[in-house]
């Protein structure tokens, strides 16, 4: 079983930054990725960025130049740099392990960009 705890999420004027963490624990995989989702309120859920275990991180085109995702110093630990956010930015987000063909979610982390 894996479990993923994430954080980092609340309130953020335009133009501002914020920095999603994610920390996966339990039966991890020596190969994984990990990566982000958000939904926004009466949308589908969007993928927004993964990065592998070995590899290089992609990024949607929507979050690309904005958003960076990362690995932390601490094993199986993600995190989600959010710059320059949008109001159109404002959605749950989700953090998602990947191995094996199987999909484990967080309970998501609400960001919300308004003045």
């Known amino acids: 079983q894996v479990q993923l705890v994430e954080s980092g999420g609340g309130l953020v004027q335009p133009g501002g930054s914020l920095r999603l963490s994610c920390a996966a624990s339990?039966?991890?995989?020596?190969?994984?990725?990990m990566g982000w989702y958000r939904q926004a309120t009466g949308k589908e859920r969007e993928w927004v960025a993964s990065i592998p275990s070995t590899g290089s991180a992609v990024t949607a085109d929507s979050v690309k130049g904005r958003f960076t995702i990362s690995r932390g110093n601490v094993r199986n630990t993600v995190y989600l740099q959010m710059n320059n956010l949008k109001p159109e930015d404002t959605a749950v987000y989700y953090c998602?392990?990947?191995?094996?063909?199987?999909?484990?979610w967080g309970k998501g982390t609400l960001v919300t960009v308004s003045s």
């Open positions: 998602v392990y990947t191995s094996g063909g199987l999909n484990i």
């Open positions: 339990g039966t991890i995989r020596t190969i994984n990725a």
